[in-house]
């Protein structure tokens, strides 16, 4: 995969590391400054984060914040609160103490096949600045592969309006939007003439309230089911908020659930909703409740 892409131009994008900030505090205040160093290591489980620049730590100060990095790319490196990292592993002179204040994020896996042929597939749009939404799609990918979908559209003349959804579902920060605005900027990225705007979609909140039934030749396996069916109820809040301005589909729901085992399904909520601009589709409540057993040869 890789070999093919190079014929296009397109190198995978590798992961992105997670980063946080780390609070170095001293025993007590001291007469001169303490200097710690680049580079720095506290660790947490299995990994380690580094600060990224020398800092000081002044004169009658007792501590100092400088951001961190994990020497471990990927998204193992998420999801540490703030507080979890308390292990210091290069000593530096008259510290007692290393703790995180803010929680690890921003690590970011190698792009996988898929992801990598999706951007092949739009290489040869990227090799003109005319302007195409395919050429937009191909830019905003390489840019930055959390991002998961965009959504391109010209609201005004003269303007290009980008909506971009980070992995997961999730919307970008303004940190995501202002990096990708600054990146799109570029003379030889866009026409001299277009106005572009990044923007976060807007959330659109459903609520998922259902009943199912297993049939009664599957009595035996009722519980297998009944997580199936569960698991099946989170795929469906995954797929609905996959793609920015999917329509809220309970035809899918129904289609999922009995795919997992159940025989029958009752969806009171949500109902079929056309979404005709950009956002993404959440679930704000989830009301899967189990229904008994039914015999399949009645329905």
Request: negative net charge; aromatic residues 8%.
């Amino acid at each position: 995969m890789d070999n093919l892409a190079a014929l296009k131009r397109v190198a995978r994008n590798p992961a992105v590391a997670a980063v946080t900030k780390l609070k170095f505090t001293l025993s007590k205040p001291q007469g001169f400054a303490i200097t710690v160093p680049a580079g720095t290591r506290a660790k947490v489980d299995e990994l380690f984060f580094a600060t990224t620049k020398t800092v000081e730590i002044s004169s009658g100060e007792q501590s100092v914040e400088v951001a961190a990095v994990c020497l471990t790319p990927g998204t193992v490196g998420n999801g540490y609160a703030e507080g979890r990292i308390q292990i210091l592993v290069d000593p530096v002179n008259y510290v007692k103490a290393v703790v995180n204040t803010t929680e690890t994020s921003g690590g970011i896996d190698a792009e996988s096949d898929d992801e990598l042929a999706q951007r092949v597939y739009l290489a040869p749009s990227g090799y003109s600045t005319a302007g195409p939404e395919d050429a937009y799609r191909y830019l905003v990918m390489t840019h930055n592969q959390g991002i998961e979908d965009c959504f391109i559209v010209s609201e005004q003349p003269g303007e290009v309006d980008i909506y971009i959804m980070m992995q997961g579902g999730e919307t970008p920060g303004p940190e995501e939007i202002e990096n990708l605005q600054n990146y799109l900027e570029d003379g030889n990225r866009k026409p001299l003439t277009d106005r572009v705007m990044v923007k976060a979609p807007e959330l659109k909140e459903y609520e998922i309230d259902a009943t199912y039934y297993i049939a009664e030749s599957d009595r035996e396996n009722v519980e297998v089911i009944k997580k199936q069916v569960e698991s099946a109820c989170q795929e469906y809040q995954k797929w609905q908020a996959a793609v920015i301005g999917r329509d809220v589909n309970p035809s899918q729901l129904t289609y999922m659930l009995i795919g997992a085992g159940a025989c029958y399904v009752v969806i009171r909520s949500p109902v079929f909703e056309e979404i005709t601009e950009a956002a993404i589709s959440k679930a704000r409540s989830v009301n899967l409740e189990y229904g008994g057993l039914k015999d399949a040869r009645t329905l």
